[in-house]
């Protein structure tokens, strides 16, 4: 019966007409104890949703059903009447929304070596979007916990999204040691390039579709996403000039 979503006065009286079958309002009141106004309340839903028939007689206005089977077929065709709403629901959903429509942005904060590792698999990677740009100071990211970014940089491989990643000049060395660092748009799907020597800083960011990721690799140890079309469009724009003034 909950799928009809009756109130708790309406399945009383629905089960106290099934057990004592077509009765008056009189005397659904008496055997419920419940007033006669109370009743007729109780007594509409039961009739939209034909679960019960109102019959009229010498007695007056009765209620009852008209046999076993009534309520098999309204639970049947209310199924069918919620698995429609449903279809149209999905059909809504499908043809209005895309993911880069972003109705309010969201701001959501992370604090310390585990919530920066937490920010990272909240933003994991979706067969959506195969492009990704990070500016990456590579030596204090991976120095947070290198065993999850190389597990996290992994499961890419997945999607085959691809690393557009502006690193610094020293990293290259880093680049030499370790093979899942390398850059190679091929087999690592990586392309990496690097800025001018004596250009530090602590703090990454990664744009992924409508989402930006910032995270804190120096001692502040903090990372907070930005879920908006337009701080990343806005970001793109800085993205792009440091990935023009930097070296392949």
């Not at 019966?1 to 009765?23: E, P, Q, Y």
């Not at 069918?80 to 309010?104: F, G």
């Not at 390039?193 to 992924?208: C, E, H, N």
Request: include cysteine.
């Amino acid at each position: 019966m909950d799928i009809f979503g009756l109130s708790n006065a309406s399945k009383k009286v629905l089960i106290d007409i099934l057990t004592h079958g077509v009765s008056l309002v009189a005397d659904i009141s008496a055997r419920l104890n419940m007033p006669k106004s109370s009743v007729y309340d109780a007594v509409v839903p039961l009739l939209e949703n034909s679960l019960v028939n109102e019959y009229s007689d010498d007695r007056g206005k009765t209620f009852g059903i008209s046999d076993k089977d009534q309520l098999t077929r309204a639970h049947e065709q209310r199924l069918a009447e919620l698995k429609s709403a449903q279809s149209s629901l999905l059909e809504l959903i499908n043809t209005h929304h895309t993911d880069d429509n972003v109705a309010r942005p969201k701001i959501k904060f992370y604090v310390g070596t585990l919530g920066i590792k937490q920010a990272f698999r909240d933003m994991m990677w979706n067969k959506e979007i195969t492009e990704t740009f990070l500016m990456w100071p590579v030596k204090e990211m991976i120095d947070i916990d290198e065993d999850f970014f190389k597990w996290h940089g992994k499961q890419r491989f997945k999607y085959n999204v691809m690393l557009n990643c502006i690193e610094k000049h020293g990293d290259r060395i880093l680049q030499k040691k370790k093979d899942w660092l390398k850059n190679d748009a091929r087999t690592n799907l990586a392309r990496i390039r690097y800025l001018p020597k004596g250009t530090d800083w602590k703090m990454s960011f990664w744009i992924y579709g409508n989402k930006c990721l910032f995270a804190s690799g120096g001692r502040e140890k903090i990372a907070f996403t930005i879920h908006s079309k337009e701080f990343c469009q806005m970001m793109m724009l800085l993205w792009k000039s440091m990935w023009k003034n930097s070296l392949p």
